[in-house]
């Protein structure tokens, strides 16, 4: 089968497999012929050596897969009867290392079951024997290793992608959450007061956390505070410690959570919820005339980064007088806007996969994908607990799924379209009518009140308002169906 080629023809060919390289990558193609039959292993080696491949022989299976474990081919030329492992023995653990190269098998002519056996196990492609011409040959090994450096330069695309998607444990891809990254990193290294305003769950605490550990203070301590969680007469002293004696509550020491963070950062979440005694000293800390540490034997200055986080239009909050004047300014400084998860439907999925990883991994299961149809019904949703609802609806999700792929009834009731059709149902069918009754208005009840807060965003009053029923009735069917809000 080796044809005799004059000296002008194969440069022609090396000219013509050179050429073919990827998008300018001229790197020679590196073949790697297996076959135990030195004489066919041998001439095709030189049919692809004399065409300008670079190439590598290996005599069996085990030894071919050192090679590749060692060094980068592009292709892999087996041959399909070897004995002791064979063609696809060694196709397999190929394809299981996951490594880029293309494989191409040789089989004996006629055998077209081992041939497509061959394809369904991941080969290129297949040649048989008696081989063709030279050229044919050289076609084939060029596209399968093509094929291969395309895939991979894929792979890292598809990875660098993954990078530009993520700040750290912040993922997203939409022009707000970018935002977001580029302010993350230009506060990290400054001791500047930043604000964080957006809904519940969009990531405040999240954002507040990359803050302090992209700086100089992420060694120090990152204390969040629940501003509305702390009773509003004993959040000063919470806060700011006390010393012995200072006032008749004062019976000892007390660094309060300010000398806590010392060195590090403080999260003071629901800042609005502040009393206005409390917002008054919390400005002088943040102006610099109070610096001492309370309860400290040290009597170093107090050094600790203030990040405040509010759901509420803080500006609002200061014209009804709620929120001190000189305070918001002092906040708002830095505002980094948090934006709600139905106004950036493009991080939806991202997230979704971001949390399936997550939980299929804590969970020991494989689940690798949301079905199509379970994907539109995430994407049907307006989320009002935006991520955390998101990474809750998907935590069950995998909990429930029965397979390796979550489907739309693995989401919990309270996604997708809640209210269900008015039509019995064959379970509803089956019941007496009073019972048949009965449930269909329960489920009714459910969906009613569940879609009502959906519209207000989680506001039970709004949504109990809206429904023109009594705040109390709407709260009884919220606790009666177990309804997050
Ligand atoms: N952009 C995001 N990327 C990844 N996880 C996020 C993102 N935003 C929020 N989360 C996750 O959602 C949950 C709620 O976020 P959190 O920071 O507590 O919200 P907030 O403080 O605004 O209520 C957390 O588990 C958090 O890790
Ligand atoms: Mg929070």
Avoid at 225 to 239: G, Q, R, Y
Avoid at 244 to 267: D, Q, V, Y
Avoid at 278 to 298: F, M, W, Y
Avoid at 381 to 395: D, K, Q
């Amino acid at each position: 089968m080796v044809g005799k080629h004059d000296t002008a023809n194969r440069h022609a060919m090396q000219g013509q497999v050179r050429s073919q390289g990827v998008d300018g990558d001229m790197t020679p193609i590196r073949v790697l012929v297996v076959d135990h039959d030195t004489a066919s292993g041998g001439s095709v080696e030189r049919i692809l050596k004399t065409m300008g491949f670079e190439v590598t022989k290996a005599p069996d299976g085990a030894r071919s897969l050192e090679l590749l474990a060692a060094s980068t081919v592009d292709v892999l030329l087996l041959d399909l009867a070897m004995p002791g492992m064979n063609g696809l023995d060694v196709l397999g653990k190929v394809k299981a290392l996951d490594s880029a190269v293309e494989v191409v098998l040789i089989t004996a002519h006629g055998d077209v079951d081992s041939a497509v056996a061959a394809l369904k196990a991941g080969a290129y492609d297949f040649l048989t024997r008696p081989l063709g011409s030279p050229d044919a040959l050289a076609r084939l090994v060029t596209r399968a290793a093509q094929h291969g450096r395309l895939a991979a330069r894929a792979r890292r695309l598809e990875q660098e992608l993954e990078v530009r998607e993520r700040y750290g444990d912040i993922i997203g891809s939409s022009p707000s959450m970018r935002f977001v990254f580029r302010a993350v990193e230009s506060v990290a290294h400054s001791r500047s007061t930043v604000l964080l305003h957006g809904e519940p769950g969009t990531g405040k605490e999240l954002v507040a956390r990359s803050i302090h550990m992209s700086g100089r203070r992420a060694k120090g301590p990152f204390v969040p505070v629940n501003c509305s969680a702390i009773p509003k007469d004993l959040i000063e002293t919470e806060l700011f410690g006390n010393v012995r004696g200072a006032s008749p509550r004062a019976s000892e020491n007390k660094i309060g959570l300010f000398g806590a963070a010392h060195g590090g950062t403080i999260l003071l979440d629901e800042v609005d919820h502040l009393p206005p005694g409390t917002q008054v000293r919390l400005n002088r800390i943040l102006q610099g005339t109070e610096i001492k540490r309370a309860g400290s034997n040290d009597p170093g200055r107090m050094d600790v980064r203030v990040i405040a986080a509010t759901d509420v239009d803080l500006k609002q909050a200061m014209h009804q007088k709620r929120f001190r004047e000189d305070l918001f300014y002092r906040l708002s400084v830095i505002t980094i806007p948090l934006p709600p998860l139905r106004d950036r439907a493009e991080d939806m999925p991202l997230l979704a996969y971001h949390f399936l990883r997550k939980y299929s991994a804590r969970s020991g299961r494989k689940i690798a994908r949301i079905s199509l149809e379970a994907m539109r019904v995430l994407r049907s949703h307006t989320w009002p607990g935006n991520v955390r609802e998101l990474e809750n609806a998907i935590e069950r999700s995998v909990v429930m799924a029965r397979g390796d792929v979550i489907l739309p009834g693995d989401l919990p009731p309270s996604v997708g379209d809640t209210i269900a059709p008015l039509v019995p149902t064959n379970l509803l069918l089956d019941l007496p009518f009073r019972e048949s009754k009965m449930k269909a208005v329960e489920q009714f009840e459910s969906a009613y009140v569940h879609e009502m807060l959906k519209r207000s965003g989680g506001n039970v009053s709004e949504a109990a308002r809206q429904s023109q029923m009594d705040r109390s009735n709407f709260r009884r069917i919220i606790r009666k169906h177990k309804i997050r809000t």
